[in-house]
Structures are given as structure tokens and as C-alpha cells.
């Protein structure tokens, strides 16, 4: 995977902690980081995943997809949605 440079603030005692424990885990706050972000990415695939799985949304996606695409789609303002 590629890397790239991301600067970031973090409160010292933030830091302070993730020196340590990667320090006391032979890594690098870098990797520390970069794998809590990947189990953030991972959870939010494996929601998806899940909202996808049910068929009754799956075919209500798919028919949306199918009015959208012959034009046949009601559209409707912001207000007669949710209006009062």
C-alpha cells in the first residue's frame, strides 16, 4: 500500500499515551493509527454488508434504481416530505 504524509493535532497527553503503548507493543503510533482506522473502515464495510444483505431493502434499492433510470421517479420538495 502506498503511504502518504498526514499531520495531525493531537492533546499532549494523547500522544504521550500512543508513544508509550507503542512503544511497550514494539510499534509505531503510525501503525496504531493506521489500524484503527482500518477497523473503523472494516465495521463500517461489514454495515453496509449487512443494510445490503436484507432482501427486502436489497429489492427496494434495486426498484428505486430501475424508476430512477426509466425517468418514472415522483420527486417531491423538502416540505411535502417533511413539512409540517
Do not use: C
Request: glycine share 4%; proline share 1%.
Amino acid at each position: 500500500m502506498l503511504k502518504t504524509r498526514l499531520n495531525i493535532s493531537l492533546d499532549q497527553e494523547l500522544a504521550d499515551f500512543i508513544k508509550a503503548y507503542a512503544y511497550e507493543n514494539r510499534t509505531t503510533a503510525s501503525d496504531l493509527i493506521t489500524q484503527f482506522i482500518l477497523a473503523l473502515k472494516g465495521q463500517m464495510q461489514t454495515d453496509m454488508n449487512l443494510i445490503l444483505s436484507d432482501p427486502q431493502f436489497s429489492q427496494a434499492l434495486k426498484d428505486v434504481q430501475t424508476r430512477l433510470r426509466e425517468g418514472a421517479a415522483e420527486w417531491h420538495t423538502f416540505d411535502e416530505v417533511f413539512g409540517e
